[in-house]
């Protein structure tokens, strides 16, 4: 099913779109936006209208108002019973109604009616929202704003009321007929580096001396035809700090928005240690549905997502460490397992996962992740090996609460990591799965590389866990911390940790302080990270952080409308309707009360297309291999869709033989081979990663020395030790080929150059420094020999 994008009527007819307004206030890592929708009815008929608006999931939604005429009608957030009733009471009666609530299916999909528009009246839809910015692994701060709704594969069991049944017309993204505008403030006390964005920007004009502020927008002409991205960098990013807001007691006598709120953020300084000997059993889970065919962005050369998964799965594959267990899952309508329960990783097993990730399509239909997660947790466990669960998919289910639950209900037993891939993929349910499961989450957007962050998760998956974690607050006599945020259990080294707190009783005066202190324990080492703050709570009109610790207290209490537990209900109804922030059991209802006249005449209804990418919308094209090429054709004899092959473009090649050729020519001492590689759509890289073996090393045979550029009889020749293992010779010059000529993929290959080595210090210890000086000359690099630790 499709899910649409903008106000739609109950005929599935949109009202056309004028412009969408954004404006967006960052401060330090917490956004605050107020999105405007501004739609005019230019017939000759009332309107009963129906809007869906998409948007992260971590977003606590608090304000939503209707402009109409000129009169602003600001709507009460209510329990979602009652406001169905007031609503479908006015409606009813002829009079104009507004109700927004969460989407049934999902937490990043809002859906909202609006009743009986008249003709030529003109309405403006605002939204407010605050929320966290995600810190990414180089520093930068990552903002979204969703435009991109990609079709949802429909389950059976889906709540059938909701609105992702809408169908809408589709365009390709270039044709979008609506303007879009987007003006942001970022402001940081620490200065503010640079910022980027993956849309085209207006000169950036930076305020201050310390550049502690700067003032953006999109360059004019804009359309709303992709996510809106921007990377945000400060000068200093990983200072702990704590900010304490002042309640609102007059206006809030009971409950959270009563008191002052603390947001305390900490940067764990996790050492780095050796993993522990416990291996464990790694299960790749990755979707190959039809929309996997599609790029990863609608950017110039972005990788098709399945070339990426299968990519993803070669380095993974090759960088798991030695005498664990693991299976990979391909799933769509159906699924496949490689291997009927997970087996040891051996060379046999690892080869026989390696032929057949290069045979995965994405040919499996719709997105069903539900059943194929409930027969991996039915499998028994690996004695001494912890599960460690991987998840890849372009999150277009219906089904995210489910899967959610089924995921929490197996916690204590495994952890789990979740990718989104791909624009428009769900954020409820990538950070869904991944909180409840004790793991990570990661989008790959734009040029971002699915690779390098399935890595940074394995590492983190490899890493002792880290145990008895706790927050304690040191406080004056008469004042104390009640922890608002969910229990704490995992840390990562290189995250950051948000923890918020409601502070009830009498505050110091001006000069009084409080110590909070994080405290974790690592391969039996006591750790602690402390924060001193001042007590003088701050004035913010918007009660950013009352809102922000009661979205914090929704995500670990209210996990759907049908899935909540009656027990906890009556909790999160508090909590949502006290500090004025959406959950699934609560919706915002406004009727306006200035029109005493009831709407006349009969309601009608037009369309507005939807940003789509197009081969996610339509049915795709069959391909054939002619040479080392893909040719598209249709099925049955018809046509394309328009644009079709903007939206199916090729994998990119990082390192071509070619590129190589030009940019290092010489620097081997021999020509590099000019054919094209032997496997559509892997680079050198990969094809020199997919030949090492499961130990680390590799065999010194044909090739290899096609990739290296050299003849197999040139390396015997020049092995520098007589009758050493080729196989040592072969494994220390693949590792100065990592170094030489893929060292900005670093971050992608250096768990299986460490695991290589290992190999070569257990195996070739006594001759390491000898092989390794006559690798680096004869291939005339200018490798530091101290990456072997010599």
């Keep these: 099913m499709v899910r649409p994008s903008g106000l739609l009527t109950r005929q599935e007819e949109p009202v056309p779109l004028k412009s969408i307004c954004v404006t967006l206030s960052i401060r330090e890592f917490v956004a605050g936006v107020a999105a405007t ?10 309107l009963e209208t129906f809007f869906v608006f998409p948007m992260d999931e971590d977003s606590a939604v608090y304000s939503f108002e209707a402009m109409v005429d000129g009169k602003t009608i600001k709507a009460e957030l209510k329990d979602k019973k009652k406001a169905h009733i007031i609503y479908e009471s006015a409606i009813s009666h002829r009079h104009q109604a507004f109700l927004l609530e969460e989407d049934k299916c999902s937490r990043d999909v809002f859906c909202c009616n609006v009743g009986n528009l008249q003709p030529g009246s003109k309405v403006a839809l605002t939204l407010k929202y605050v929320q966290e910015l995600p810190l990414e692994a180089d520093g930068a701060l990552r903002y979204v704003l969703p435009a991109v709704l990609n079709p949802r594969y429909r389950c059976s069991g889906s709540p ?11 365009v390709p993204l270039d044709d979008l007929p609506y303007a879009f505008s987007m003006t942001a403030t970022v402001s940081s006390q620490h200065g503010i580096e640079t910022i980027q964005s993956n849309c085209p920007l207006s000169p950036i004009e930076y305020l ?5 502020s700067a003032q953006i927008s999109l360059a004019d002409g804009h359309k709303f035809d992709r996510d809106v991205e921007l990377l945000i960098y400060y000068r200093e990013v990983h200072t702990p700090s704590v900010a304490v807001e002042l309640g609102n007691p007059k206006n809030n006598p009971d409950g959270l928005m009563k008191d002052p709120s603390a947001m305390v953020c900490f940067y764990p300084n996790i050492p780095e240690v050796e993993p522990s000997a416990i291996c464990g059993e790694f299960v790749f889970l990755m979707d190959c549905s039809g929309s996997m065919q599609c790029p990863i962005s609608k950017q110039d050369k972005s990788q098709l997502r399945i070339e990426a998964a299968k990519e993803t799965l070669i380095l993974l594959l090759k960088s798991l460490p030695v005498n664990c267990y693991f299976n990979i899952y391909a799933f769509g309508s159906s699924f496949e397992a490689f291997f009927p329960n997970s087996v040891k990783y051996t060379q046999d097993t690892m080869e026989e ?13 719709g997105t069903e992740i539900l059943t194929p997660l409930q027969v991996i947790y039915r499998e028994p466990s690996t004695p001494g090996h912890p599960l460690q669960l991987f998840v890849f998919t372009d999150g277009e289910v219906t089904d995210t609460f489910s899967i959610i639950k089924e995921v929490r209900n197996h916690r204590l037993r495994h952890r789990c990591f979740s990718f989104g891939i791909g624009e428009g993929a769900s954020t409820s349910l990538i950070k869904g799965i991944a909180r409840v499961g004790g793991g990570t989450s990661e989008f790959i957007t734009g040029k971002d590389r699915m690779q390098a ?15 008895d974690v706790s927050v304690n607050w040191d406080l004056p006599r008469g004042l104390s911390a009640k922890t608002l945020s969910p229990e704490q259990t995992v840390l990562y080294k290189g995250q950051r940790l948000i923890v918020y707190a409601q502070l009830t009783g009498t505050m110091p005066p001006e000069e009084g302080t409080g110590e909070v202190c994080l405290n974790y324990t690592l391969q039996g080492k006591s750790c602690e990270n402390k924060v001193t703050f001042s007590l003088q709570p701050k ?18 209490m209210d996990i759907g409308f049908g899935e909540t537990p009656a027990k906890t209900k009556k909790d999160v109804l508090k909590v949502s309707i006290d500090c004025g922030v959406i959950s699934s059991h609560t919706a915002f209802i406004a009727i306006n009360k200035d029109v005493n006249k009831p709407v006349q005449g009969p309601l009608a209804c037009r369309d507005i297309p939807r940003p789509v990418l197009l081969c996610a919308a339509a049915p795709m094209p069959q391909c054939k291999r002619v040479g080392s090429a893909r040719i598209f054709g249709c099925r049955h004899g018809s046509q394309p869709p328009p644009n079709i092959f903007q939206a199916m473009k090729l994998p990119v090649q990082d390192i071509t033989p070619q590129e190589l050729k030009d ?7 021999f020509d590099l081979p000019t054919r094209a590689p032997p496997v559509f759509g892997e680079t050198y890289l990969v094809q020199l990663i997919s030949l090492q073996n499961a130990d680390g090393s590799w065999d010194l045979d044909e090739d290899l020395a096609r990739i290296l550029g050299i003849s197999l009889k040139d390396l015997w020749s020049a092995l520098p030790v007589k009758d050493a293992d080729s196989s040592s010779w072969a494994t220390v010059l693949a590792v100065v080929w990592l170094h030489a000529k893929a060292k900005h993929q670093k971050c992608e290959w250096e768990l299986l150059e460490k ?6 210090n257990s195996n070739a210890a006594s001759i390491k420094k000898k092989l390794v000086k006559a690798a680096i000359a004869f291939t005339k690099s200018s490798v530091d020999p101290a990456v072997f630790g010599i």
Aim: hydrophobic share 40%; with cysteine.
């Design 37 to 46: 929708l501004n739609y005019e009815n230019e017939e000759k008929f009332p």
């Design 160 to 170: 059938e009321d909701s609105c992702l049944d809408l169908k809408t017309p589709i």
């Design 208 to 212: 201050g001396d310390k550049k502690t």
């Design 353 to 365: 996962a390696l032929r057949r990730v290069k045979l995965m399509r994405a040919d499996l239909g």
């Design 453 to 467: 962050k399935a890595l940074r998760a394995l590492k983190h998956a490899l890493q002792p866990a880290v145990e």
């Design 539 to 556: 004035l913010d009109d918007n009660f950013t952080i009352h809102r922000l610790a009661a979205k914090a207290f929704l995500q670990s």
């Design 663 to 669: 940019l290092d020519a010489g620097s081997w001492g």
């Design 755 to 760: 695991k290589a080595r290992t190999w070569i």
